[in-house]
């Protein structure tokens, strides 16, 4: 494969489950695929030395001559002795055969195509529950697009509701997730030295330093950790079809859910839900985030804006720069590594910061550098001084996650009533998630 060629922004879909459940063994294992596609998934898998045998399921056979058109990209799909396929419904087919896989992946398409809602009820999953091996894992991906809030939690709610042990890994550079979900107690994603097999490498070169898309840095969460929320929803089931009628909604009105409060921010939920296994994955996050490359040309910019700040430099054009800059998603890395942030702290000792933008800066350095004392001072500050609609949900997100770790209820209370009860930014998921630590927090005095 042409290390000259870019992969197709798709492939990006299609590789990482793949990846991720090679991730999943050292020893050798054999695998079930639920829906072809273009067959690029299968030929990823098919790289693997460990893998013994795949079976794919495809209910329309012409998906097998179709995805031909990919050649050579996918060739291990159609080359490759260890592969077979059964063109018959997956759910039937199961059913019926008495087989015991390692892993099965689920990659059917889009939930608004028909019949696909039927390969996420509680009723299917359980069977796959029972065609697994012991230990064996379930990889389900699922798509970030034309999917609402509602469709997302109700899924992971069934896939909880049968595999209470589930990860999920966000798909980055795409709208998708992948759940790995264990038939026994423990999910590991190794980081594997793909780029050491030499059935491999070839593949990796077309994705260059986008390799990390397929390690344990991209897990968000366990379904477990988010059960304050599923418990407000229903699972889907053959006799309770919730899915079926909600897809094509999503699909006209390009319905995407609201998962951001767990991916794009620099405080995270996962820290309260989830501490100890988020404190092991904070290194890697912060490691990730200090390669980041930014725009050295445009921080030099900025760097002398500030250097030439008075009292008519514009510093809500300056804030801007910087959070466009420097991402939330990198922020925390990159932080103390800035040239931009020690001259922007200098300028607010100097008091030549408007009082808003101090603060929040103030508030960023301590959050940051875990000085909770002064962070203790500024919040309040915060609270009297700055207008709801002056901050953006990620830094709403930030200042309530540090108010809860302070375990200060009063605190926490005053800001969530100022900030987030009628602001229609906070989406209905997120707020009732800062209700339910709220009442944790309110317990624990």
């Known amino acids: 494969m042409s290390k000259s060629i870019e992969p197709y922004h798709a492939e990006y879909h299609q590789a990482a489950p793949a990846f991720i459940a090679m991730s999943l063994f050292n020893n050798t294992y054999n695998a079930a695929m639920i829906g072809l596609g273009s067959g690029m998934t299968a030929h990823?898998?098919?790289?693997?030395?460990?893998?013994?045998?795949?079976?794919?399921?495809?209910?329309?056979?012409?998906?097998?001559?179709?995805?031909?058109?990919?050649?050579?990209?996918?060739?291990?799909?159609?080359?490759?002795?260890?592969?077979?396929?059964?063109?018959?419904?997956?759910?039937?087919?199961?059913?019926?055969?008495?087989?015991?896989?390692?892993?099965?992946?689920?990659?059917?398409?889009?939930?608004?195509?028909?019949?696909?809602?039927?390969?996420?009820?509680?009723?299917?999953?359980?069977?796959?529950?029972?065609?697994?091996?012991?230990?064996?894992?379930?990889?389900?991906?699922?798509?970030?697009?034309?999917?609402?809030?509602?469709?997302?939690?109700?899924?992971?709610?069934?896939?909880?509701?049968?595999?209470?042990?589930?990860?999920?890994?966000?798909?980055?550079?795409?709208?998708?997730?992948?759940?790995?979900?264990?038939?026994?107690?423990?999910?590991?994603?190794?980081?594997?030295?793909?780029?050491?097999?030499?059935?491999?490498?070839?593949?990796?070169?077309?994705?260059?330093?986008?390799?990390?898309?397929?390690?344990?840095?991209?897990?968000?969460?366990s379904t477990s950790s988010l059960k304050l929320l599923l418990d407000n929803y229903h699972s889907n089931s053959d006799y309770y079809p919730i899915i079926e009628s909600q897809s094509d909604k999503n699909m006209f009105l390009k319905n995407s859910p609201n998962f951001d409060m767990f991916i794009n921010s620099f405080f995270f939920y996962q820290e309260i839900l989830e501490p100890e296994l988020f404190s092991e994955n904070l290194e890697r996050r912060l490691n990730q985030q200090s390669s980041y490359r930014l725009n050295e040309n445009k921080l030099i910019y900025l760097n002398n804006l500030i250097n030439n700040s008075n009292s008519k430099v514009n510093w809500k054009l300056i804030n801007k720069l910087f959070h466009e800059l420097v991402p939330f998603n990198v922020l925390r890395g990159k932080w103390n590594e800035l040239e931009t942030v020690d001259l922007i702290l200098q300028q607010i000792e100097q008091q030549n910061v408007p009082l808003s933008l101090s603060l929040m800066f103030q508030f960023l350095e301590y959050s940051i550098n875990n000085r909770l004392e002064l962070l203790k001072e500024v919040i309040p500050l915060i609270i009297k001084n700055i207008k709801k609609n002056d901050m953006s949900p990620e830094f709403i997100r930030a200042i309530a996650i540090q108010c809860y770790k302070l375990n200060d209820y009063e605190l926490y209370k005053t800001f969530i009533d100022k900030y987030v009860k009628n602001n229609e930014e906070i989406n209905k998921e997120e707020k009732l998630l800062l209700n339910y630590l709220g009442l944790e927090l309110n317990n624990n005095k």
């Open 44 to 221: 990823y898998m098919l790289g693997d030395p460990l893998l013994s045998k795949l079976d794919v399921y495809e209910i329309e056979e012409q998906f097998y001559h179709l995805s031909k058109h990919f050649l050579p990209y996918n060739y291990r799909a159609y080359n490759d002795d260890r592969i077979s396929f059964i063109f018959d419904d997956a759910r039937t087919y199961i059913q019926g055969n008495k087989k015991k896989y390692d892993l099965i992946i689920s990659q059917p398409s889009v939930l608004w195509v028909s019949g696909v809602h039927s390969l996420f009820t509680e009723e299917f999953y359980g069977q796959i529950k029972e065609t697994l091996k012991p230990g064996g894992m379930l990889v389900q991906w699922l798509q970030l697009f034309e999917i609402d809030s509602n469709t997302l939690f109700i899924v992971l709610k069934t896939i909880n509701n049968v595999f209470p042990n589930s990860k999920i890994y966000i798909n980055s550079g795409t709208q998708s997730i992948i759940i790995v979900a264990s038939n026994g107690n423990n999910i590991k994603v190794n980081d594997k030295p793909f780029e050491y097999i030499d059935t491999i490498k070839n593949d990796l070169y077309r994705f260059s330093d986008k390799t990390n898309y397929f390690t344990n840095s991209t897990y968000i969460i």
